[in-house]
C-alpha cells in the first residue's frame, strides 16, 4: 500500500495544544451468532445471496471503473469450482496515473478539518457493524475460508474497532500536536485519515471482502482519489511506486523476501523522492509455546490447539512449535491427540461449527504438502496425528502434529510453512 505524506509548515509561536472534547468509542462486541439469532439468520441469507456467484470487480481510480484485460479470479478455498470474484490487475501506467490523481487530491483532503475526516471513519464502522455487517463476514468466509467465529472478529469486530479508535486518536493527535517555533516545518503522520492519500492493492485472495470494505468508504463519504482501488502483482506494483517521485510510505502485509525487495528498492531510489519514506512491514513469524513443567496441561492443550490450527494456523501469530519437558510430554502427547480427534474439518459454510477450514490457495497448499512429504520422509521427525491432504476439491490439509526431538531441525525453523506472498 502506497502511501503519499504531507509536510505542514507552522507560522505559530513556541509549543501549544488545540483544544478538542474527548472521543468516546467501545470495543465492538462479538457476536455469539446462535441458532435462531437475527445475525444467523442474516448471515444465512448473505451466503444464501452469493452461492455460486461470482462478483466482477474493476481497478478504481478516482471515480473511474477501469477494467483491464488482465483478468484474474479469487477462488473459495473450500471449493475452487467456485470462483468467488473476477477482477483486474493494474498495469504500470494506470498506477502511475491513479498516483498523479492521488497527489492532486492530496492539497484539498489535507484542508479538511481532521473531525470530518474522522466522521467518514466513524460513519464506515457503523455500517459495518449494522446493515452490511453479514455481507462482509458472508466475503470473507466464501472468500478466504474464514470460519463463521474468524470472520466475526477479524472482518468485523476488528475492522470496526481499528476504524473507530483510529479516528478517535487521530483526533486526539491533532488535539495533542505541538505546534513548531517560526520558520520551521512538522512532520505529520503518513496515514489517510490525517490527510495523506493511499493506494490500496489488495491481497487476490481477500478481494471480494476488501472491495466490499471499499465501497463502504465510499459510500461512507471517502472522496475519489483519496483511496484508489488498485488490484496488481506484487512485483510490478512495487516496482511502480517504488519509483515514485512522491513515495512517501508502505504499509506491507506479506512475506519476508517481497518486504525485503521493497525495502531495498526504497534505498535504491532514495535520491529521487520527495520525502524519507516510512516503511512497515508485517511478515511471516515463527510463534511457539514454551512450556514450564508446573504448567496446567489442559490449559496448555487447549491454548495450543486454538493458536496452531484456529483459520487453519494461517496467522502470524499461530503456534508453529512448541517446546514441551521430557516430563511432562506423555501426558500432553495424550491430549494434544484426544483434542485432536474432535477437531471439526470441513466447508465454513455448509457447517457454521466448522473449526478447521482449507488453506488459502494452491499456493499455500502446495508449499504445505511439500513440507509434510518431508516430514514422512526424515527419520528425524514422527506424524503423531494428521498428515494427510487433498486437493480434489478444495485446498484440505489435515491438522497436523509432528514430534521431535532435535530443535534444530529445520521445520522447527523454517517461516515459510506458512508464509504470505
Known sequence: MLRLRRAVWQSWRGFKTFSCSAVEVKNEPILGFKEGSQERKELLQALENLKGTTEEIPCVVGDEQVWTTDIRYQLSPFNHSHKVAKFCYADKELINKAILASVAARKEWDLKNVQDRAQILFKAADVISGPRRAEVLAKTMLGQGKTIIQAEIDAAAELIDFFRFNAKHAIELEAQQP????????TMLYRGLEGNVVL???SDTAMSASYAVYQILRECGMPPNIIQFLPADG???????TASE???GINFTGSVPTFKRLWKQVGENLDRYKNFPRIAGECGGKNFHFVHKSADVQ???LGTIRSAFEYGGQKCSACSRMYVPDT???QIKQELLSVHKEIKVGDPVEDLNTFFSAVIDD???GRIKKWLDYAKASSNLKIIAGGNCSDQKGYFVEPTIIETKDPQDVIMKEVKIFDID
Request: glycine share 6%; net charge neutral; proline share 13%.
Open 179 to 186: 505546534l513548531d517555533a517560526p520558520g520551521s516545518t512538522n
Open 200 to 202: 490500496w492493492k489488495p
Open 235 to 241: 512485483p510490478v506494483f512495487g516496482d511502480a511506486i
Open 246 to 248: 512522491h513515495l512517501a
Open 299 to 301: 490449559s496448555v492443550v
Open 328 to 330: 511432562l510430554w506423555p
Open 363 to 365: 499456493k499455500s497448499f
